[in-house]
């Protein structure tokens, strides 16, 4: 043992000397993120540069969909610590804090590095960020909100999760108005899911342009089947067919090419049907081809989302 380091044996405590031969905290983002390792080395060497990077990359992202570059930070506004828990706690603690000087940061211990609950750790950082950059302190739901904003990818992974639950009749975010929207939208232009396919499905419906009129004096609605039945006896249901010719095409634009000729092949559909001039039999035909386009397009979706050409 050096002299020096015997001074300091006899100068400090176990815990005091530990802490001096810790490894130096990582900093990131213009001093706006900054990590500590409270762990042995070879958990500090697997844990703490990449949650370093981790939490980096959610600020810069942050910080891009404010369309704001990174400002210097004198002193860090997200403390990150790496515990030395090696059993398998997801826990994730969030300690915000008052400087002496009245500026806000966050410290966010994880316990068990290895387990670390990510999605929690995104939030958590998210929260800091707005907290050390905006000055605000927002709860869950606004930092998750701010997170998809500035990730494309999650938001229309959320909008159509959004889109589904209020299909389904689950509470959502949105009021019906907007989920309307979204459901016109195009969230992921020249690419259909299966869950657009079934959206676009849903659709092909005729309704009376009013209610108390229902086709041949009972029907309130009848899918295109049925109008090839109905038609012939009642020309508010050939209206109704010429109405949504155009709609339907709408309704598959922007969202790939299967789904497009899909869309397309309802159109002439509904506009012979409008017109009844084909034989009831030819017509059939149309609707024939028309549903297995729309078999090829979900197919399509679904081989894309399993990651499969099988």
């Keep these: 043992m050096t002299v020096l380091a015997a001074v300091l044996a006899a100068a400090l405590s176990r815990a005091e000397i530990i802490e001096r031969f810790k490894s130096p905290p990582i900093t990131k983002v213009e001093g706006l993120v900054q990590v500590f390792a409270d762990c042995p080395a070879d958990m500090r060497m697997e844990f703490q540069a990449p949650i370093a990077g981790f939490a980096a990359d959610v600020c810069r992202s942050l910080y891009g969909a404010m369309r704001q570059k990174p400002r210097r930070f004198a002193e860090p506004g997200i403390v990150l ?68 904003n500035a990730n494309p990818a999650l938001k229309v992974d959320f909008e159509y999760a959004e889109i589904d639950r209020w299909m389904k009749g689950e509470a959502v975010e949105g009021d019906d108005e907007e989920m309307l929207r979204l459901c016109r939208s195009v969230l992921v232009p020249g690419i259909a899911r299966q869950s657009d396919v079934l959206r676009f499905a849903s659709r092909l419906f005729l309704y009376p342009q009013t209610y108390d009129r229902p086709f041949c004096g009972k029907y309130l609605s009848c899918d295109f089947a049925q109008a090839l039945e109905l038609a012939g006896g009642d020309p ?71 990651g499969t050409n099988l």
């Design 236 to 306: 508010f249901v050939r209206f109704a067919a010429l109405a949504k010719s155009s709609q339907i095409v709408l309704f598959g634009g922007g969202r790939g090419d299967e789904l497009y000729e899909a869309a397309k092949a309802y159109s002439e559909f509904l506009l012979e049907v409008a017109r009844w001039k084909k034989p009831k039999e030819e017509l059939r035909d149309m609707l024939e081809a028309a549903d297995i386009k729309l078999n090829v397009a979900m197919e399509s979706a679904r081989k894309r989302e399993e």
């Design 81 to 148: 610590h790496v515990g030395d828990i090696r059993t398998n706690t997801a826990e994730v603690v969030v300690r915000e804090s008052t400087r002496a000087d009245g500026s806000r940061f966050t410290r966010i211990y994880l316990l068990a590095p290895g387990y670390a609950d990510l999605a929690r750790l995104r939030v958590a950082v998210a929260r800091a960020f707005l907290l050390a950059v905006k000055g605000e302190s927002v709860d869950d739901a606004a930092a998750e909100r701010a997170i998809r």
